[in-house]
């Protein structure tokens, strides 16, 4: 996943070094504050992702207990 992440931030780096060569000056501060919120998203964005796996996997958990639970009990009163 690191590998993943390093190869896509290097591709995105390329990216927008050619676009910064191709921009005139007067557009250049525009765009960088336009990548630096698109930066600033793109962490938020995995952050989400991360939390929202974790809590997934929570979820997962208290259901396999749960179910557990309830098997348990109906193996006790039989």
Same mark, same amino acid.
């Given at each position: 996943?690191?590998?993943?992440?390093?190869?896509?931030?290097?591709?995105?780096? =390329? +990216? %927008?070094?050619?676009?910064?060569? &191709?921009?005139?000056?007067?557009?250049?501060? *525009?765009?960088?504050q336009e990548i630096r $919120?698109? =930066? +600033? %998203?793109?962490?938020?964005?995995? &952050?989400?992702?991360?939390?929202?796996?974790? *809590?997934?996997?929570?979820?997962?958990? $208290?259901?396999?207990?749960?179910?557990?639970?309830?098997?348990?009990?109906?193996?006790?009163?039989?």
């Open positions: 996943m690191v590998a993943l992440l390093h190869s896509q931030c290097i591709e995105r780096d =390329n +990216i %927008l070094h050619n676009q910064i060569k &191709q921009t005139t000056e007067s557009d250049r501060a *525009l765009l960088l $919120k698109n =930066n +600033i %998203l793109s962490y938020e964005n995995f &952050q989400l992702q991360q939390e929202n796996e974790y *809590l997934q996997s929570i979820l997962k958990l $208290k259901r396999h207990k749960s179910s557990e639970t309830v098997l348990s009990e109906t193996k006790f009163i039989k």
